[in-house]
């Protein structure tokens, strides 16, 4: 069973606020991956972490989220200016390496209205 | 990059029958291969897994079998029960990307 903790469950937000998300990992993971899925259940990668290293990001994270894996605090995912298109699912995993077992947490399911 | 296709998009089956997902993908240098449940409205739940040093591997009901020259895994449930009825995701990963198929919708029926 997985340990990975996301808050909040579900989090509600206007066009253009801020909208943040958290994410604790199993201990003991050094790798942290944030997914966001669409209503069509389509997975889209966004971000992975080594420790408090960025390995790989796409251009929307890099233009458009702020993400990070601080140590000994849980890592946090942030829309600077939520749009309507960013109302998904959004999934936290986390693994020893990315060629292990990855658990997901239960996931934020944001909503922009 | 690496391509997961889900072959099924949506599987029907009788309580006690088996279940068979299939799932191809494109690059050979993918070497771990999840398969995830996802219930309504919930997050991914890990089932079953196999690397690419195997080519089959079984968790009680579950059947996860890989043919590396073609490409090629599957996820065998067998006896299948009512509470197997989710979304199952394949999934192949590569240096700390994880590629996820489409999803097939399992349906078990009493």
């Known amino acids: 069973n997985s340990k990975v903790i996301q808050t909040p469950r579900y989090l509600v937000k206007g066009q253009g606020q801020k909208a943040k998300m958290r994410c604790i990992p199993e201990?003991?993971?050094?790798?942290v991956f944030w997914y966001q899925q669409n209503k069509n259940n389509e997975f889209k990668f966004l971000i992975n972490?080594?420790?408090?290293?960025?390995?790989?990001q796409i251009d929307m994270t890099e233009k458009r989220f702020s993400a990070e894996c601080p140590s000994n605090s849980p890592c946090s995912l942030e829309i600077q200016s939520s749009e309507a298109g960013d109302s998904a699912l959004y999934l936290c995993?986390?693994?020893?390496?990315?060629?292990?077992?990855?658990?997901f947490g239960k996931g934020t399911r944001l909503t922009v209205v | 990059g690496e391509k997961v296709e889900q072959h099924e998009s949506t599987l029907s089956v009788r309580e006690g029958d088996s279940a068979v997902i299939n799932c191809t993908y494109t690059?050979?240098?993918?070497?771990?291969f999840p398969w995830y449940k996802q219930e309504a409205g919930k997050g991914l739940h890990f089932v079953i897994d196999i690397r690419s040093n195997v080519d089959r591997k079984q968790s009680q009901r579950l059947i996860v079998l890989l043919d590396k020259k073609a490409k090629r895994f599957s996820l065998h449930i067998t006896a299948t029960q009512p509470e197997d009825s989710a979304i199952y995701f394949c999934a192949a990963s590569k240096g700390n990307r994880i590629f996820f198929g489409d999803g097939t919708q399992l349906v078990v029926k009493p």
């Open positions: 972490f080594q420790n408090q290293e960025v390995l790989q």
């Open positions: 201990k003991g993971h050094p790798v």
């Open positions: 995993a986390s693994s020893t390496t990315g060629d292990t077992e990855v658990f």
């Open positions: 690059d050979t240098a993918s070497s771990y």
